[in-house]
């Protein structure tokens, strides 16, 4: 039997019914032959084999004496791996959608143009009621750097290659994308940051990625490159963005993801002029296709006891 879990209830009980609802309709569309539990439902413990989590409070799935392995709904397991109290043998497999990558490639593209076309600057310039032309570069002149080539990774950087721009990739190792330059290692990551126009991060968040987005990855870019942040808000020092930007090292930045969400009311990135707020929503988990992936996956492992492809604990992702 499978018990799903998408978020911690005692958060917000309507919102925590309402998408737990979602998806479990979605799931028992997707596998009818499965029996799918919630919190909401009695069920015995022991007769639990899979988790179908998004993110429930610590200790959620303590209680699971049979628990085989765990199916995440986002892409991103950080939280789940956090929780101390699930069995490191217990394997975590991630929701690798390519809605999710196709979404996110497009978010890329939104952000990268807004930025290369000036629109900022054209904001600042309709709040003044001036009439003004910000000037021109082609795309073909304009270097995008991407951090990460993972599965968003790689469809942002082709899609930004297709547009035009010399779209640049750092990773773990080499990647072999059709019109994209990859960098691996600490010393690619310099030598491709110190080339970006327009840097976009969409790594994992894993212990060595944490706060890469800082003072001194700041320090390599060109004078006034655009940053944008679609992976994670832990990606980013806030402090040092913020030194960055009123400095003039950082010419504007673009962020989907924050160190605290909903970002706080008082945070300072809200009123910045030179920041660019978006509420997460970069990369929103389908529940159609996601509840496919799944179904996919639980039947395969129905049918053969193979687990899918799991989290590496080592590299968080």
Not at 10 to 34: F, K, Q, S
């Amino acid at each position: 039997m499978i018990l799903l879990l998408t978020s911690d209830p005692r958060d917000d009980p309507d919102a925590a019914d309402a998408g737990t609802a979602d998806w479990l309709a979605h799931l028992e569309r997707a596998m009818p032959e499965e029996t799918i539990h919630t919190v909401w439902t009695d069920y015995d413990p022991a007769d639990i084999d899979i988790a179908v989590i998004v993110q429930p409070p610590p200790g959620s799935l303590a209680h699971l004496p049979n628990l085989v392995w765990i199916h995440s709904l986002w892409a991103g397991v950080e939280t789940i791996l956090a929780d101390e109290t699930i069995p490191p043998d217990i394997p975590i497999v991630r929701l690798q959608d390519p809605h999710m990558a196709d979404t996110i490639a497009e978010a890329a593209a939104m952000h990268v143009l807004a930025l290369h076309r000036k629109m900022p600057g054209y904001r600042a310039l309709q709040n003044q009621h001036i009439w003004k032309d910000l000037g021109y570069t082609e795309t073909s002149e304009t270097r995008i750097g991407i951090l990460g080539l993972g599965l968003m990774g790689s469809a942002a950087a082709r899609v930004l290659a297709m547009l035009g721009f010399q779209a640049m990739g750092w990773s773990r190792s080499t990647k072999a994308i059709e019109h994209v330059e990859s960098f691996a290692g600490d010393g690619g990551l310099a030598d491709m940051v110190s080339k970006s126009d327009i840097l976009v991060n969409l790594l994992p968040l894993t212990p060595q990625t944490r706060g890469i987005l800082n003072r001194e990855l700041f320090a390599l870019l060109p004078p006034k490159a655009n940053v944008v942040n679609l992976g994670r808000g832990p990606h980013l020092d806030d402090d040092d963005l913020l030194e960055a930007l009123d400095s003039g090292r950082v010419g504007h930045a673009a962020l989907d993801v924050f160190q605290e969400e909903p970002l706080p009311g008082d945070h300072p990135f809200w009123d910045h002029p030179s920041i660019t707020i978006t509420p997460h929503v970069a990369a929103p988990t389908g529940r159609l296709t996601g509840s496919r992936i799944v179904a996919a996956n639980v039947r395969r492992y129905r049918a053969d006891g193979n687990i899918p492809e799991a989290v590496d604990r080592r590299l968080s992702y």
